[in-house]
T-cell receptor, first 119, second 110 residues
Framework: EAGVAQSPRYKIIEKRQSVAFWCNPISGHATLYWYQQILGQGPKLLIQFQNNGVVDDSQLPKDRFSAERLKGVDSTLKIQPAKLEDSAVYLC?????????????????FGPGTRLTVT | DAKTTQPNSMESNEEEPVHLPCNHS???????IHWYRQLPSQGPEYVIH???SNVNNRMASLAIAEDRKSSTLILHRATLRDAAVYYCIPRFLYTNDMRFGAGTRLTVKP
């Protein structure tokens, strides 16, 4: 089966510019995640969607970051305006379910990420 | 959230076993222990998970201490393709909230 697709793979922008990332999860996966991974650190969850609703966005800097998941499939993550400290790899992941309220634990499948450089 | 402590880096020789330790002394009784790994220039991938009993799959084995305060990921015969950052993640049973630490960077020497 096809994996999680992300585009673009690389992006270079100047500070204060805007940028958007796109993610297409594995078909049938209800839950979608966006992570930020700064060089030398582990990924940090930014936002989690269950179908097209937000489950957790507590670590999303809402003054500049926004995300949406239209029709419960594809998702976009936007940064406006970008700061130097936003330079990172942005990873999208998906899983069958969120596991909330259930007893099954669903593996998360990650895409290759988008490497953002803000100059 | 349970905190984890892993070595920053480890080295292994090809075709030898590797034991990657993780301390999670604040883990709760309902946290599963997950391991993911991240190959260079790729997103993380699932390796294995367990609750109390030792677990085996085609990729690795997971040995969990009786008091659950530590665990060890075992790669039985390391290959060059196993060079990656390995993350140990306590994960609450009912959520998909995974808190990654810095992980252990495994280098495999030919």
């Amino acid at each position: 089966e096809a994996g999680v697709a992300q585009s673009p793979r690389y992006k270079i922008i100047e500070k204060r510019q805007s940028v958007a990332f796109w993610c297409n999860p594995i078909s049938g996966h209800a839950t979608l995640y966006w992570y930020q991974q700064i060089l030398g650190q582990g990924p940090k969850l930014l936002i989690q969607f269950q179908n097209n609703g937000v489950v957790d966005d507590s670590q999303l800097p809402k003054d500049r970051f926004s995300a949406e998941r239209l029709k419960g499939v594809d998702s976009t993550l936007k940064i406006q305006p970008a700061k130097l400290e936003d330079s990172a790899v942005y990873l999208c992941a998906s899983s069958l379910e969120s596991g909330i309220g259930g007893t099954r634990l669903y593996e998360q499948y990650f895409g290759p990420g988008t490497r953002l450089t803000v100059t | 959230d349970a905190k984890t402590t892993q070595p920053n880096s480890m080295e292994s020789n090809e075709e030898e076993p590797v034991h990657l330790p993780c301390n999670h002394s604040t883990i709760s009784g309902t946290d599963y222990i997950h391991w993911y790994r991240q190959l260079p220039s790729q997103g993380p991938e699932y390796v294995i998970h367990g609750l109390t009993s030792n677990v085996n799959n085609r990729m690795a084995s997971l040995a969990i201490a009786e008091d659950r305060k530590s665990s060890t990921l075992i790669l039985h015969r390391a290959t060059l393709r196993d060079a990656a950052v390995y993350y140990c993640i306590p994960r609450f049973l009912y959520t998909n909230d995974m808190r990654f630490g810095a992980g252990t960077r495994l280098t495999v020497k030919p």
